[in-house]
Structure formats: structure tokens, C-alpha cells
């Protein structure tokens, strides 16, 4: 069973708590990453990590940015083209910062995550997926263990079976696919096409080529999108019973996403509409045997998510929750961002400064930071309540060397409020997530978060969240 309690729905307490925060895949959030973090600072965090006295293990995120058309929702950032050779021309740079970041790490520590993530992964073909993957596998220490997790992300109206077979003979045992909604309405409101064929043709493919967890990405909150037709697409989904998925709630911020700005915002569901639509994906889930992880995500009892978090080891980082706790995530390709011993990184986020780099023989570091004692302590809480629900008070104590009361004392008075409203229960040993508070974890991690009420530095990027439901 889940390590959480099922979580329960009452719409007037996600209301009335339903407002802009962190989705805390980093702590600090990027956001607070500053310009005057450089490649020598990267280089300085990587030496550091390769002297811990236990080798870490590593994951590897290689971003691909290209689509061939454009999702109105999205906000990945990505490069709409239908010119396959742009794709070739950017491999052969991130083959360069595959390598000159592989020179970075002892041969030592394994990679037991590779994930490829976009845009959209499977723009590029099987043999130049090969290069990529081969390049890496030369440069870095590829695991061999069974419970490795190399992933793709997959657009299935752009594939086939055979590039699936492909991508297993990669030895990708893991795959994500897109769907968003099969209704016909909000697909074209949204400018994403895609059968129901299409999709299950996909899953299929994967499951015939032995991959041995497939996650399928749904949204709530897009416009047009009814009860009856999320109903319906839930059902499908469910039949094709496939091993995780993401339920994300659409966030509608066209100011910073241009392609956003095709949304007609008057078709977009009411408030009370879009908590019904979580809701019925919640239970419409539970009901089919999924647990409910946290923060968007459903598993199967038996997938890897679900018996990570029974186990206390599940984790979170920019790749959403993932089993791997303990690894350094190198990040490469434009916009990633990296996150080594104590420090985040991340790429410029516009192709052409990332080519220029790269070009001239830089490592492609645009911003980062350099974590403090205070950084690491509330990242610490943080991730407890992420991915447990829960505070070890006893164990943050011993591993950080403070008094929790005393330490924290503001914190645990803007707790007063979600403690009231039944979102919280504390104890000495423990401060938890009630079933009430499930679906409020980012409100709950909120309180510990020092950045909330700072003034940004001049050089940061003003914040800018998404909705908590």
C-alpha cells in the first residue's frame, strides 16, 4: 500500500487555498537561480561530488526541443520545424557537451537514469537516437543493473512501432506518451490531433518490445474540455491500463507562453468545473487500483513509483518523481538545468547562446547556484514532504544539527492555518500530511519556504507559478 492516506476532496477548502506557489521539482526554484554562477563554479560542485568517500550514482537528462506543430497549451520549451536536418545539427553539439561533461565525473559512478525529454524526443530518428545514446555510453559509465531507468518521451502521432523496436534495441525500457484529452473538441482547441488508435497502437508497441513501464500524460482545465468527454478519455486510459500516469492541471499564463495566446480564455472550464475534473480523475484512478503518489502522479501498486515511496526512497527533481534518490542529475541540451552535490545549473534557454558556448569550447552555463546550510536543510523538509507526506523532525534534527521548534518558529506559525483546516497533524516526532492536505502539498511545503518572502536579487528572474490545483 501507499505510504499516504487516500486523499479526500472538499472543494471549498482546495478553493479557498487555491493560489500561485513553487511545484518544488527544485528547492530553491529556478527562479532564484542567479547569472553569476559560471562554468568554473560547475566544474568546482562536479570535483566536489566526485570526492564524496561513497561514489553517487549519476542520471543524465538530454534535451531534444524540437516538435513538428505546435501544442497551444504547452510550456516546455521547445522549437516548432519541420526540417529533420535541425535535428542532426543538434545532436552533433550535444554529443560535444555529452563529452566535454563526461571528462567531469570518475568512471566510478554508474548512470542508472537517462531520460530523454523535450519538445518532443522522437523528432529525431532511431540512428540518430543511436549516436546520441552510444556517445554517452562512451563518456559515461552506463549501469547494468535490472532496475536502471532509461526513458523516452514520446509524441505517438509521430512514431511507429518500428522506431519503437528501435528504441528498445537502444535499451530504452521506459517510455512516456502524451495524450492530454481524446476529445474532439478540446483537441482542436488545443491544436493537438490525435486518435485513440493511435495512441493504444503505441502502448501496444511498447509492451510487445518488452519496456517494462509506460506513463501516459493527461491535463484537466483545458478549454472545452467537459466531465462527460475527461470521463471518457479516463476510461479509455484506463482500459489501455498503462503502468503510471501524470494528470497535470493546465496552467493558463499566455503572457509568458506565446502559443497560449491561441486559447480563447472564455472556453476555458469554471473554477468549480476544473475541481470536478480533478476529482473525477482521482476517483475514476483510485477506483481502477491506482495510487495516488502526490503532485499529479498515479501508479500501480506493483510500479516502481509506488513501492519507491512504501520504501522511502522516492524522490523528486526537475524529471517529476523518479526512483533514483541518491545520483547527481547532469543536465544537457538547451534550458537544462543540473543539479550536482550542492549547487543547480542550468543552459541558456534560447538554442543559439547554448550553440555559442559550444562553439567557442564552453560549457553552455548561463545561471545557477551555490546551495547554503539553510538551502539544503529546507530542501531536506521539503522533499520529506513531496514525496512522504511527512516531517521526521527527529531525523532533520540529527542530520542538520538544530533545534526544529526553535529553528523554524516562523514556519511553524504560518503552519497554524492548514493545522486548523485539518491539512496538517504535528507532533513532537512528526508533522504530516493529513488526507485532507494531500493534494495541498506544495500550500503545506510553502511554509517552509524562506524565498516566498524575499526580495529576489536584482539579477534573478521574477517569479512566476502556476496554481496549486
Known amino acids: 500500500m501507499s505510504v499516504f492516506p487516500s486523499p479526500s476532496f472538499d472543494s471549498e477548502l482546495l478553493r479557498r487555498y487555491d493560489r500561485p506557489g513553487p511545484r518544488y521539482t527544485s528547492y530553491p526554484a529556478a527562479p532564484r537561480f542567479r547569472t553569476d554562477f559560471s562554468e568554473a563554479d560547475l566544474r568546482e560542485h562536479a570535483g566536489r561530488s566526485n570526492a564524496d568517500p561513497i561514489p553517487r550514482q549519476l542520471s543524465l537528462y538530454?534535451?531534444?526541443?524540437?516538435?513538428?506543430?505546435?501544442?497551444?497549451?504547452?510550456?516546455?520549451?521547445?522549437i516548432i520545424t519541420r526540417d529533420r536536418t535541425k535535428g542532426s545539427r543538434y545532436v552533433e553539439r550535444l554529443i560535444r557537451e555529452v563529452e566535454a561533461m563526461g571528462k567531469l565525473f570518475d568512471r566510478d559512478r554508474d548512470v542508472i537514469q537517462v531520460h530523454l525529454g523535450g519538445g518532443t524526443p522522437n523528432f529525431l530518428g532511431?540512428?540518430?537516437?543511436r549516436?546520441?545514446?552510444?556517445?554517452?555510453?562512451?563518456?559515461?559509465?552506463?549501469?547494468?543493473?535490472?532496475?536502471?531507468?532509461?526513458?523516452?518521451?514520446?509524441?505517438?502521432?509521430f512514431v511507429t512501432p518500428?522506431?519503437?523496436?528501435?528504441?528498445?534495441?537502444?535499451?530504452?525500457?521506459?517510455?512516456?506518451?502524451?495524450?492530454?484529452?481524446?476529445?474532439?473538441?478540446?483537441?482542436?482547441?488545443?491544436?493537438?490531433?490525435?486518435?485513440?488508435e493511435q495512441t493504444l497502437q503505441v502502448i501496444e508497441a511498447c509492451r510487445a518490445n518488452g519496456l517494462r513501464s509506460i506513463n501516459v500524460d493527461l491535463i484537466y482545465g483545458l478549454p472545452k474540455q467537459t466531465l462527460e468527454g475527461f470521463g471518457r478519455t479516463l476510461d479509455t486510459v484506463i482500459e489501455a491500463r498503462p503502468d503510471r500516469l501524470a494528470v497535470y492541471g493546465y496552467a493558463h499564463l499566455p503572457e509568458l507562453f506565446k502559443p497560449q495566446?491561441?486559447?480563447?480564455?472564455?472556453?476555458?472550464?469554471?473554477?468549480?468545473?476544473?475541481?470536478?475534473?480533478?476529482?473525477?480523475?482521482?476517483?475514476?484512478?483510485?477506483?481502477?487500483?491506482?495510487?495516488?503518489?502526490?503532485?499529479d502522479h498515479f501508479a500501480l501498486p506493483g510500479?516502481?513509483?509506488?513501492?519507491?515511496?512504501?520504501?522511502?526512497?522516492?524522490?523528486?527533481?526537475?524529471?517529476?518523481?523518479?526512483?533514483?534518490?541518491?545520483?547527481?542529475?547532469?543536465?544537457?541540451?538547451m534550458s537544462a538545468i543540473s543539479h550536482i552535490g550542492d549547487s543547480f545549473s542550468q543552459n541558456p534557454r534560447d538554442l543559439?547562446?547554448?550553440?555559442?558556448?559550444?562553439?567557442?569550447?564552453?560549457?553552455p552555463v548561463w545561471r545557477g547556484l551555490h546551495l547554503d546550510a539553510d538551502?539544503?536543510?529546507?530542501?531536506?523538509?521539503?522533499?520529506?514532504?513531496?514525496?512522504?507526506?511527512?516531517?521526521?523532525?527527529?531525523?532533520?534534527?540529527?542530520?542538520?544539527?538544530?533545534?526544529?521548534?526553535?529553528y523554524f518558529s516562523e514556519s511553524l506559525a504560518q503552519l497554524h492555518g492548514p493545522i486548523d483546516d485539518g491539512l496538517v497533524e504535528m507532533d513532537r516526532q512528526r508533522i504530516t500530511a493529513t488526507s485532507r492536505g494531500r493534494l495541498l502539498l506544495r500550500i503545506i511545503a510553502m511554509c517552509f519556504d524562506r524565498y516566498l518572502t524575499q526580495t529576489p536579487p536584482p539579477d534573478a528572474v521574477k517569479p512566476r507559478f502556476s496554481r496549486v490545483i
Open 303 to 333: 510500479d516502481d513509483l509506488a513501492q519507491a515511496q512504501e520504501a522511502g526512497t522516492l524522490h523528486r527533481n526537475f524529471m517529476g518523481y523518479t526512483t533514483h534518490a541518491d545520483s547527481d542529475l547532469i543536465a544537457m541540451g
Open 126 to 129: 532511431v540512428d540518430e537516437l
Open 261 to 295: 495566446q491561441r486559447i480563447d480564455a472564455a472556453e476555458l472550464p469554471t473554477p468549480d468545473t476544473r475541481l470536478r475534473l480533478l476529482q473525477l480523475a482521482i476517483d475514476k484512478l483510485s477506483a481502477a487500483g491506482y495510487h495516488y503518489i502526490g503532485m
Open 131 to 157: 549516436e546520441l545514446l552510444e556517445s554517452a555510453g562512451r563518456h559515461f559509465h552506463f549501469s547494468l543493473a535490472p532496475n536502471r531507468d532509461f526513458s523516452i518521451e514520446i509524441d505517438p502521432r
Open 62 to 78: 538530454l534535451h531534444i526541443p524540437y516538435c513538428l506543430s505546435p501544442c497551444f497549451y504547452c510550456g516546455c520549451n521547445r
Open 375 to 406: 538551502d539544503l536543510l529546507r530542501a531536506d523538509i521539503i522533499q520529506q514532504l513531496m514525496c512522504q507526506g511527512t516531517i521526521d523532525i527527529a531525523a532533520i534534527e540529527k542530520r542538520h544539527g538544530i533545534d526544529f521548534q526553535d
Open 162 to 196: 518500428e522506431d519503437i523496436a528501435g528504441y528498445a534495441q537502444l535499451g530504452l525500457n521506459r517510455a512516456s506518451l502524451g495524450v492530454q484529452d481524446f476529445d474532439p473538441q478540446v483537441q482542436e482547441a488545443v491544436n493537438r490531433i490525435q486518435s485513440v
Open 352 to 363: 543559439a547562446g547554448w550553440e555559442i558556448a559550444l562553439d567557442h569550447g564552453r560549457l
